[in-house]
């Protein structure tokens, strides 16, 4: 059995580096006896709104959550379809599934966002919304997807759930759609110590509907004019948040430089890199190379000490709970074909320079065999 000398995220150094100043706000929320709401929940909304260059946020309790009140507040109701690729983490298309909408499946390019060319083909009089997922932290051609949305008149709801900071032609992930979704989970590059989400949009109605839902549906104290749900972000999260935003864009500047890293390293390999666009800002949530020799290349890293990961190794059409949509093997050739190629190496900005160059002379090496 192997040991890990490099993790592939390591959230311990992050409480080492961060503790001695985590630890005062966490005594000062625990003090002040204020669990919800409060100043550092606004302090916080306004924080991203300033980063992210949007008129309004909604702090929630997760980045699931902030798509089901995404898709809620764009009206999109049971029955309805809403245009998703197969090829993310679960909660793309649950959050679809849970408000009773058909999640209608699209293949992805080799950059593993939405094709736009198969989103018009997929296009009903059903379609309610299309969500593409920046898949980790790349964000999808929205320039064509925008004109599909206009020359359709159906919305987009960002999955910006793994792209907080990317830009695309220097437009910030979450700002192209009606809304914009994020996660804060602990393993994001913007990270809570639990759950927790948020929500973008540049729409006031929408803004003031996802305020209402998050809180039981209330208007004012005491009245509910329609159910909504429990989705608050905890004020301590939110201060753990605030803090932790002003070192984001060293976090990903870190992650840039380690990405390069690698590129430099094996972009003489049979590996298909995830190269930059002169159009892209990537943040880098994951690092994803692609190889036929996958899983041969991953057991070889675990047995020299790294660990990788896969995301996602079953696409979301092939999950038993999918079954009732009557998708095939076969359905998403390229989502499927990269299920079986893709393997996420360790990007996090507690990694030496050391520690990358000895996980590119393994790959080389692995090449060499
Ligand atoms: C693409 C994508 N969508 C949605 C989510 C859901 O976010 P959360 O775990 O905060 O509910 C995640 C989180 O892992 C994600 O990666």
């Known amino acids: 059995m192997s040991k890990i000398q490099i993790p592939y995220?390591?959230?311990?150094?992050?409480?080492?580096?961060?503790?001695?100043?985590?630890?005062?706000?966490?005594?000062?929320?625990?003090?002040?006896?204020?669990?919800?709401?409060?100043?550092?929940?606004?302090?916080?909304?306004?924080?991203?709104?300033?980063?992210?260059?949007?008129?309004?946020?909604?702090?929630?309790?997760?980045?699931?959550?902030?798509?089901?009140?995404?898709?809620?507040?764009?009206?999109?109701?049971?029955?309805?379809?809403?245009?998703?690729?197969?090829?993310?983490?679960?909660?793309?298309?649950?959050?679809?599934?849970?408000?009773?909408?058909?999640?209608?499946?699209?293949?992805?390019?080799?950059?593993?966002?939405i094709d736009p060319i198969k989103i018009e083909e997929?296009?009903?009089?059903?379609?309610?919304?299309?969500?593409?997922?920046?898949?980790?932290?790349?964000?999808?051609?929205?320039?064509?997807?925008?004109?599909?949305?206009?020359?359709?008149?159906?919305?987009?709801?960002?999955?910006?759930?793994?792209?907080?900071?990317?830009?695309?032609?220097?437009k910030f992930s979450g700002t192209f759609g009606e809304v914009g979704c994020f996660s804060a989970h602990p393993l994001k590059n913007l990270n809570a110590c639990g759950d927790a989400g948020f929500l973008i949009t540049d729409n006031f109605e929408i803004w003031k509907k996802i305020r209402k839902l998050r809180n039981h549906g209330f208007e004012k104290r005491n009245v509910v004019d329609e159910f909504g749900y429990v989705s608050r972000m905890d004020t301590?999260?939110?201060?753990?948040?605030?803090?932790?935003?002003?070192?984001?864009?060293?976090?990903?500047?870190?992650?840039?430089?380690?990405?390069?890293?690698?590129?430099?390293?094996?972009k003489k390999l049979p590996i298909l890199l995830p190269f930059e666009k002169p159009h892209e800002f990537n943040s880098y949530h994951t690092f994803v190379i692609q190889t036929d020799k996958r899983d041969q290349l991953k057991d070889f890293l675990f047995q020299n000490g790294i660990e990788t990961a896969i995301h996602y190794p079953v696409p979301i059409h092939l999950q038993p709970a999918s079954s009732y949509l009557r998708y095939k093997k076969g359905s998403f050739k390229n989502t499927e074909a990269q299920a079986n190629k893709i393997l996420t190496l360790p990007i996090h900005q507690f990694l030496e320079n050391s520690d990358i160059n000895f996980i590119n002379d393994k790959i080389i090496e692995f090449f060499k065999l």
């Open 9 to 113: 995220i390591n959230l311990s150094a992050q409480w080492e580096e961060e503790k001695s100043f985590l630890l005062p706000v966490i005594n000062d929320v625990f003090s002040s006896g204020q669990f919800i709401g409060g100043d550092a929940i606004e302090e916080f909304e306004s924080n991203i709104s300033s980063l992210c260059n949007s008129k309004y946020s909604v702090a929630l309790n997760s980045g699931t959550d902030s798509l089901v009140c995404g898709l809620i507040a764009l009206g999109v109701k049971r029955g309805d379809e809403v245009i998703t690729p197969p090829n993310s983490f679960v909660a793309s298309t649950s959050s679809i599934v849970h408000i009773g909408a058909k999640p209608i499946f699209v293949d992805v390019l080799d950059d593993q966002n």
């Open 122 to 170: 997929a296009i009903t009089h059903k379609t309610k919304a299309i969500m593409p997922v920046h898949l980790t932290g790349r964000i999808a051609n929205m320039t064509e997807l925008m004109k599909i949305s206009r020359k359709y008149n159906i919305p987009i709801i960002e999955d910006a759930a793994q792209s907080i900071g990317s830009k695309y032609k220097g």
């Open 236 to 266: 301590l999260q939110a201060s753990i948040l605030n803090l932790r935003l002003k070192k984001l864009e060293n976090v990903i500047n870190k992650r840039r430089r380690n990405a390069e890293i690698y590129f430099e390293a094996l």
